[in-house]
C-alpha cells in the first residue's frame, strides 16, 4: 500500500474550487499537515468545529484579520489564533482565502488605491509616519511598498469587525427563520393531530 501524503491530489478543473476550499477547511486534512501537527491538539477541539452563535462570528472576523494583515500563509496564522479565542476553525480558515493567488491582484490594487487616497486627503499623515527611521520602522515599510501597506493595514482595521457584525446578524436572522420554520411545522403537527382525533371521537 501507499503511504499518504500531506497535500491533496491536484484536483480536475471542475471540482478545483471546491477541493482548495476543503483543503484548508477539512478536519483530517488539517491534522495531517506536517507545520500544524505540533498545534494539532490545539485546533482540532471538538468545541472549535461546532457552529454556534458566538464561535461562528468570531471565526469570521479572525479569517479577515489573518487574511488581509498577511495575505501569503494567513490559514496558518488564522489556525494559531482561533483556539486562543475561541473562534470556529472552518470558519476561520475558510474566511482567509478572501485573499488567495486568484484575488491577491485585485486586493493589491485596492490597497494601493485607498493608501493613495488616504495620504491624499491627510498628507500630515504621511509626513509624519515618514519622519521615523530604521529598517523595522513605518518609513521603511512605506518606502518598500508605498501606500499598497497602509490599503491593507485599513482592511485589517476596517473588515474583521464589519465581518463580526455582518455575520452575527446573519446568524440571528438564519437562527429566527429557523426557529419560525420550526413554530409553523409544530402548529401544523398540533392541527393535524387535532383533526385526526375530531375524525376518530365524531359519530360513526
Avoid: C
Amino acid at each position: 500500500m501507499s503511504q499518504g501524503s500531506d497535500s491533496l491530489h491536484k484536483p480536475a478543473k471542475r471540482s478545483a474550487p471546491w477541493a482548495y476550499l476543503r483543503r484548508y477547511t477539512d478536519r483530517e486534512t488539517l491534522a495531517q499537515n506536517r507545520i500544524l501537527r505540533p498545534i494539532a491538539h490545539r485546533f482540532l477541539s471538538p468545541e472549535l468545529w461546532r457552529f454556534t452563535r458566538r464561535n461562528v462570528p468570531r471565526g469570521v472576523a479572525l479569517g479577515l484579520f489573518a487574511g488581509f494583515v498577511i495575505p501569503i500563509g494567513q490559514i496558518f496564522l488564522a489556525l494559531i489564533l482561533a483556539f486562543t479565542v475561541r473562534a470556529n476553525v472552518p470558519i476561520a480558515s475558510g474566511v482567509t482565502l478572501v485573499t488567495n493567488p486568484l484575488t491577491l491582484p485585485f486586493w493589491l490594487w485596492a490597497a494601493n488605491r485607498v493608501g493613495h487616497r488616504v495620504l491624499t486627503i491627510a498628507p500630515e499623515t504621511g509626513a509624519a509616519l515618514m519622519e521615523h527611521d530604521g529598517l523595522m520602522s513605518l518609513s521603511g515599510i512605506f518606502e518598500a511598498a508605498g501606500a499598497t501597506v497602509l490599503g491593507f493595514l485599513i482592511f485589517t482595521v476596517l473588515f474583521p469587525p464589519l465581518g463580526y457584525f455582518i455575520s452575527k446578524g446573519v446568524w440571528r436572522l438564519a437562527m429566527g427563520r429557523r426557529r419560525k420554520t420550526r413554530l409553523k411545522r409544530g402548529a401544523l403537527a398540533r392541527l393535524s393531530a387535532q383533526n385526526e382525533a375530531a375524525k376518530e371521537s365524531g359519530p360513526e
